[in-house]
């Protein structure tokens, strides 16, 4: 263990300046530090996918990802997607379509698809399947998540011109 | 039966044109879930809270030598290091036994061991520092001295009388045995065409809830009370345990469920770390926070199945089914676990085996054995994927001897929709099934005669598919015949408080608990519905001891049908309570009024006559203008537990259709189907949901889940890289379909349907790579289906 060391970065927007240990990880800081608990531990080794956040626009694992490591990054969790209102329709799916039930996963979850949804205008069910695969949902079985994606993915087209 | 004119009252009172039973709306509380806004225990944080890291045996089985924490207690930040001893004041041993479970004997289980540990992962000591990293680097100071003793880890030897014994006052390592004969077994295989056996192996597997268990307990010692928040399905029970073994009154204990990650069974039971976590709390006088990491998950939450079932079959040329017998074996780990034991999943195998079929013929052995590993207990659908994977198993086994379609040896067979209430032979009362509706629902929507056919075309290409089909039946809506009789504290009913508040909405307080099935949505559907009053004006409270009416919670798929009926009393007597109220304001009589959106209106054409929110107005704050006499009731309350059956049986039919690659010996999901018959709906689709999430729990078990042991006892893939659980990539779709035949001692006429999915899938999966290998002539009868399994079958390795 070594002494703490001042990250600075910004977290939904916000600027946060702050005194981590060097072996603190993302998840941890967000959480126990941020008090930002929308971020969920499932299974600390990567696994699980309940911790995603977003990191420069990328999503990663905050469990493998140390909390030094994003000095001067962009951090964004499932409270800043949300009071954006970036995911606003995605959620509304998620209710419609009753793709939750513990929601423990549902943020990770939400933020994986989301990603998806940016990068790809017309992803098809095996794709969506894919690229959620790496989040581990137990309740839901989840057909009802690639449900709510898919229609998310349909209606963003029927948005645009 | 007495229930049955109030019955038709109550349907037309739910049928009403703003009803919200049969609809689908969406749940209340998901809004905070995905918004990250939920308040998991593992989110929680208390003034002065420390945390616990526990530090646990690395060996299966071996005697504590010496426990030096001198090290340890010097680390920064670190309050406490204790022992079993130490906690031993503060806290009683217990026994996992019910005296129902005739013979069923365990040794009393400390918090954290004393002297010896039983399995690899048992707490030997108790870390608490300021924060858990700091436990955890405290944690690895502890010097623990272990002699290792020999560890029981093969059930199958278990009993051998070279076997140690693991806890020598109980004699011998056997926790519990059954025997059943019903019917003439002896001369029904005489009198069969053609007997079939094979032996059905079931891997040891675990519920792996994406939020681990966690509790934050607070002992004030100034109030002399215990707060307990804990992911629990069960709080009343938590908190009659915890009173008894810290030497506590009910009343000086609270439990408070927030948001659960996740609990199928994993959370409705109490851990020795759990207990030590609150009895750390009395002993070091602040609140402390324990939540298992995934490794702990793994080693410490309840495991379950690892059942061994030796199965034999008879049949006439007909396709008669003449007799059932099987001979189960079980390994439980070192204790049964407490309160609810760990005999109950092979009692429920006796119980369950056969339950379909119309035969009377039926012998049954079970024995439950000691060993050290992990505890194993009541996971989702407790003994339905052994009973049903063994009869559907057998059921295939025998159509395939005798040449005849698994579907139609079905049809012959299952018990006909016209013969209920009738009794399995086992003891079981079935009040109304519909096996054969769901059967012909079943084959409508696979198509089943359409996928013979290409799979006759497919495999022509060597391109192996296969069908499996099995059919189940499920326990729901246990009366007090579950734990209550053996003299568990585990309530069997539960009760609904509702209330007028003086805006006109309404607050209702219930004892089941919500862990993500749907509780709080069926509440408030229920409610809405009786009152005449839009969901969003109902608010549902649930979860804490202090706020709730007393009952059971939510488990063994009771939710809807226990907690719902006591709803819609409730509910009834709140309405029937407004309208008295209403009547006298409006100077007319309770039966010419309704109510309806939020207002009470005339019964005959449904013009608003006085808005709920302004007869609350006058009832809380102008009661001077009532008539007098007048005294209204804004809140009721009321209870109910089923009498007449001791259980709510449903029934059901799963199919899947899946693809075996014999060179690879991988398995490719391509669909699976669902009927089945819960009763009325309240939600279809948290019904659905519920079924989709559930199937997918077997597909794990059918495919991928295992908890290996090495021959010392050592969980070698005690984390999610290596214990693999269904991911998205290889789920199929699921079709669900209904028949609803509701049951008569209820006015909503629910049963459950939380364990249906969970119940047949594995069977489906199993007998569907059986009809895919049947080129083959490889048969398995062993889960998960790994792709080693298949291709040692198949002799390719």
Not at chain 2, 86 to 109: C, F, M, N, R, Y
Not at chain 2, 193 to 208: C, L, M, P, Q, S
Request: glycine share 8%; charged share 20%.
């Amino acid at each position: 263990m070594t002494a703490p060391l001042p990250i600075s970065l910004h977290v939904n927007g916000e600027r946060v300046d702050a005194q981590v240990l060097p072996r603190v990880n993302l998840a941890d800081f967000l959480r126990e530090q941020l008090k930002l608990t929308g971020t969920h531990v499932g299974c600390e080794h990567g696994v699980c996918g309940a911790c995603t956040v977003r990191v420069d626009g990328e999503i990663v694992r905050s469990c493998l990802m140390l909390a030094v490591q994003t000095q001067g990054a962009s951090v964004e969790t499932i409270e800043g997607l949300s009071d954006s209102g970036e995911i606003a329709d995605l959620q509304a799916a998620f209710r419609d379509r009753n793709a939750l039930q513990c929601g423990f996963c549902t943020p990770g979850m939400l933020i994986a698809a989301q990603d998806l949804l940016k990068q790809e205008a017309e992803p098809d069910r095996e794709r969506i399947r894919e690229h959620l695969a790496g989040n581990y949902c137990r309740c839901t079985g989840y057909q009802a998540i690639i449900d709510a994606v898919e229609v998310t993915a349909q209606a963003r087209r029927g948005q645009k011109p | 039966m007495s229930s049955s004119p109030a019955n038709k009252q109550t349907l037309s009172e739910l049928d009403r044109p703003n009803s919200y039973i049969g609809k689908v709306v969406p749940r209340p509380n998901l809004e905070r879930l995905m918004q990250g806004r939920g308040l998991y225990v593992s989110d929680m944080e208390l003034p002065r809270m420390a945390h616990v890291v526990f530090v646990r045996s690395p060996h299966a089985h071996a005697k504590i030598i010496s426990i030096d924490a001198s090290a340890a207690k010097r680390m920064p930040s670190v309050t406490a290091v204790v022992t079993g001893e130490e906690l031993a004041s503060v806290i009683t041993p217990w026994i996992g036994v019910l005296s129902h479970l005739k013979g069923l004997k365990s040794a009393p289980q400390s918090a954290i061991a004393i002297d010896r540990v039983c399995w690899q992962g048992e707490a030997v000591a108790a870390v608490v520092a300021s924060s858990r990293a700091a436990a955890e680097d405290a944690a690895e100071a502890v010097a623990v001295q272990y002699k290792e003793l020999e560890a029981v880890t093969d059930m199958r030897t278990a009993l051998d009388p070279q076997t140690p014994v693991i806890h020598p006052s109980l004699g011998d390592n056997l926790a519990f045995e059954r025997n059943l004969d019903a019917g003439a077994v002896d001369a029904a295989f005489a009198g069969s065409d053609e007997i079939v056996e094979a032996d059905f192996v079931f891997g040891r597997h675990t519920g792996v809830t994406l939020e681990p268990r966690a509790v934050v307990a607070d002992w004030n010692a100034a109030e002399a009370r215990l707060t307990i928040y804990q992911g629990t399905q069960a709080p009343h029970m938590v908190q009659n345990l915890a009173a008894l073994h810290l030497g506590l009154e009910e009343s000086q204990v609270r439990v408070v469920c927030k948001d659960v990650g996740g609990s199928f069974g994993i959370k409705v039971h109490i851990y020795a770390d759990e207990m030590a976590t609150y009895a750390l709390s009395k002993l070091l006088r602040r609140p402390i926070k324990f939540v298992a990491d995934r490794v702990e998950s793994f080693n410490t939450d309840i495991h379950a199945r690892d059942h061994r079932c030796k199965g034999r079959i008879g049949v006439k040329r007909d396709g008669t089914i003449m007799a059932f017998e099987i001979d189960d074996l079980t390994g439980i780990g070192p204790y049964s676990m407490y309160p609810r034991t760990s005999a109950i999943e092979a009692n429920q195998v006796v119980n369950l085996i056969g339950g379909p079929y119309a035969t009377k013929n039926y012998r049954a052995r079970a024995r439950v054995v000691y060993q050290n590993k992990n505890v194993m207990c009541q996971y989702r659908a407790v003994g339905h994927p052994i009973a049903c994977s063994v009869t559907e198993g057998l059921v295939d086994l025998a159509a395939a001897k005798i040449g005849l379609d698994p579907v139609e040896i079905r049809r012959r067979n299952l018990i006909a929709d016209d013969a209920y209430p009738c009794a399995s032979p086992s003891g079981l009362r079935f009040e109304l099934l519909s096996h054969h509706a769901a059967m012909n629902k079943l084959m409508t929507m696979m198509n089943y005669d359409g996928l013979r056919a290409e799979q006759a075309v497919l495999r022509k290409k060597k391109i192996h598919r296969g069908i499996g089909i099995a059919s189940f039946i499920e326990v729901t809506n246990p009366s007090a015949a579950f734990y209550g009789v053996g003299g568990a504290k585990i309530s069997s009913q539960d009760g609904v408080a509702v209330r007028l508040d003086a805006q006109g909405a309404v607050i209702c307080q219930t004892s089941i608990t919500e862990q993500g099935q749907g509780s709080e949505s069926l509440t408030a559907q229920i409610v809405g519905s009786v009152l005449g009053v839009s969901m969003g004006r109902v608010r549902v409270i649930l979860g804490d001891t202090d706020q709730t009416p007393y009952g059971g919670g939510t488990w063994a798929s009771r939710g809807a049908g226990i907690g719902g009926e006591a709803a819609l009393q409730a509910a009834k007597i709140l309405r029937k309570n407004i309208l008295d109220v209403a009547a006298a304001i409006l100077q007319s009589s309770p039966s010419e009024l309704d109510i309806a959106n939020n207002a009470v209106v005339n019964a005959t054409d449904g013009a608003p006559r006085i808005e709920l929110r302004e007869l609350a107005r006058i009832v809380y704050f102008r009661p001077d203008t009532l008539p007098p006499g007048v005294q209204p009731e804004l809140m009721a309350t009321r209870h109910f537990v089923p009498r007449e059956y001791p259980f709510a049986f449903t029934n059901g039919v799963q199919a899947s259709w899946l693809e075996v690659d014999t060179d690879t010996g991988f398995v490719k999901l391509l669909k699976h189907w669902v009927v089945e018959d819960c009763g009325t709906l309240i939600n279809p689709q948290l019904v659905d949901e519920q079924i989709r999430g559930g199937v997918v729990q077997g597909l794990g078990a059918a495919l991928f889940e295992k908890c290996i042991y090495d021959e010392r006892g050592q969980l070698t893939n005690a984390n999610m890289a290596d214990y693999l659980v269904p991911m998205s990539g290889e789920m199929p779709d699921i079709d669900v379909g209904h028949v609803v035949s509701p049951t008569l001692e209820s006015e909503l006429g629910a049963k459950g349907a939380g364990e249906a999915g969970t119940a047949g899938a594995a069977a489906a999966v199993a007998n569907a790579v059986n009809d895919a290998l049947k080129p083959f002539s490889a048969t398995i009868t062993e889960i998960p289906l790994t792709p080693q399994v298949i291709l040692t079958a198949l002799k390719r390795i």
